[in-house]
């Protein structure tokens, strides 16, 4: 059975995206919503659980295509994501799936955090969809200096809603690891979705302006034979469960969850 995503999983990503039903709103205001999975009531002691999350923004002045483009181009991200400490991408697994590595800043006493993720990504008449999950790559395994986190899943569904707007959401189901407890990786992940968001938003609006200075023409995310990533067997990746992961945090003290501004 093939790692790589299917018709189903995209349909089921986009199914959740969409979804009204056991979500519980978070946070509703000036076109941005936070909302949080609602668990599912357990008999006795229910296992502390890692909220799915999901965000969804309404952009009046940015294309569906531009933010598409955002969310892909790694060399731009470097300009405009404050909490990255390096990206990049590893292998190509076919022409519309790659296996990429991401670290970012955590703050004090909290060690920084890094994944190592299999994303997928499809492209119709009035959507696009890009979503990823954690794998293990056997040439990049966890570091010592670094907490390995999970993405259980997490990604993005764009849907045009005129020529020059959309609709943008963010669904994200992802374990920091190390000692964090579960209720301060949920109370975070609300606080700060709506901070990510509004520099995604930035980054869509100067999107345009900075790729006609940088490499205009290099989309291999929407031109395959653009891309000169190294072809990888998928076979050869297998998916990162976050219980076979034990690294821990410097300390084990709550701390105060913050994350840097985008402007």
């Not at 959740?16 to 936070?34: E, F, I, P, R």
């Not at 570091?143 to 959309?166: F, W």
């Not at 992802?174 to 709506?194: I, R, T």
């Amino acid at each position: 059975m093939s790692i790589l995503p299917d018709e189903a999983d995209f349909a089921d990503f986009r199914k959740q995206c969409l979804s009204t039903d056991n979500w519980s709103s978070k946070y509703d205001k000036n076109g941005m919503q936070v909302l949080v999975e609602a668990s599912p009531t357990n008999k006795g002691n229910p296992v502390p659980k890692v909220h799915k999350i999901k965000c969804k923004m309404t952009i009046n002045d940015v294309s569906a295509a531009t933010m598409y483009d955002v969310i892909h181009d790694g060399q731009y991200r470097k300009t405009w994501d404050p909490a990255m400490l390096d990206s990049f991408d590893i292998a190509r697994l076919s022409a519309n799936a790659d296996v990429g590595y991401y670290s970012w800043i955590c703050p004090q006493p909290i060690k920084n955090r890094d994944v190592v993720t299999l994303r997928s990504w499809q492209v119709t008449e009035d959507e696009y969809i890009i979503f990823n999950f954690s794998v293990k790559h056997l040439k990049y395994p966890p570091r010592k200096n670094l907490v390995r986190a999970i993405s259980i899943l997490t990604g993005y569904l764009i849907k045009p809603t005129g020529p020059n707007s959309c609709t943008f959401i963010y669904l994200s189901q992802a374990d920091p690891k190390g000692s964090l407890p579960k209720w301060v990786v949920n109370q975070a992940s609300q606080v700060l979705a709506p901070r990510v968001m509004k520099c995604v938003h930035q980054a869509g609006q100067m999107y345009p302006e900075w790729k006609r200075q940088n490499s205009p023409d290099q989309k291999p995310w929407l031109y395959p034979e653009l891309n000169i990533l190294p072809m990888m067997d998928p076979s050869e990746l297998s998916i990162q469960r976050a219980d076979s992961l034990e690294n821990m945090d410097e300390s084990s003290k709550v701390a105060t969850v913050d994350n840097q501004d985008c402007s």
